[in-house]
């Protein structure tokens, strides 16, 4: 069984930053991919960014070149580093976790960018 619990998220102006945080109950570190996705209101959720066990890295194209991912396996921990953020870029933001096997997600983190 694995928790995980996000953390970070808040309003930020257009163009501003923040860092999201999933903080994982256990080790990450057998986990194969780890992800971040985000749910507008009236939208689907969609898969912004994920990182393997080997550092390979995929991003939708919305956000390629402004996100970054990353995973600090010593303390359990994936981020978003999210930069020149944009209005539509508000959603809830959900971690996930796939050990090979299951499917494992957090309970969401509010980003609202607005002016």
């Known amino acids: 069984q694995v928790q995980l619990v996000e953390s970070g998220g808040g309003l930020v102006q257009p163009g501003g930053s923040l860092r999201l945080s999933c903080a994982a109950s256990g080790s990450i570190f057998r986990i194969y991919i780890m992800g971040w996705y985000r749910q507008a209101p009236g939208k689907q959720r969609e898969l912004v960014a994920t990182i393997t066990s080997g550092e390979i890295t995929t991003y939708t194209d919305s956000v390629k070149g402004r996100f970054t991912i990353s995973r600090d396996n010593a303390k359990n921990t994936v981020y978003l580093q999210m930069n020149s953020l944009k209005p539509e870029d508000t959603a809830v933001y959900y971690c996930?976790?796939?050990?090979?096997?299951?499917?494992?997600w957090g309970k969401g983190t509010l980003v609202t960018v607005s002016s």
């Open positions: 996930n976790a796939k050990p090979g096997v299951g499917d494992y």
